[in-house]
Nanobody, 124 residues
């Protein structure tokens, strides 16, 4: 059973940067489709970025060019580097893993099996 623990959230001013981490245990991270989601008060949860076994990455349009998803196989950890942060990036950020090596462009925001507890990001 995969367990995910996020860290790295915090409060920053607009234009600042944060790097989120998601430490995985109970499974080899690189064998899953891995993703970051976020949810703001009053809004639905949305996919932010995903990364799969083959290195394919997908991003929400609003973060393209500002956020970078990556992983460290040796540490079994997924990352989300966030630059040029905007107030609208505020929310609880969750990492999630889905069974299967590939994320696919048409379905990378759906069907995740394992979720972390979330880490708060506040941009003012």
């Amino acid at each position: 059973h995969v367990q995910l623990v996020e860290s790295g959230g915090g409060s920053v001013q607009a234009g600042g940067s944060l790097k989120l981490s998601c430490a995985a245990s109970g499974g080899t991270a690189s064998r899953y489709c891995m993703a970051w989601f976020r949810q703001s008060p009053g809004k639905e949860r949305e996919g932010v970025a995903s990364l799969d076994f083959n290195g394919n990455v997908y991003y929400h349009d609003s973060v393209e060019g500002r956020f970078t998803i990556s992983r460290d196989n040796a540490k079994n950890t997924l990352y989300l580097e966030m630059n040029s942060l905007k107030p609208e990036d505020t929310g609880m950020y969750y990492c999630a893993f889905r069974h299967g090596y590939y994320c696919y462009s048409e379905s990378w925001t759906r069907g995740y099996n394992y979720w972390g507890q979330g880490t708060q990001v506040t941009v003012s």
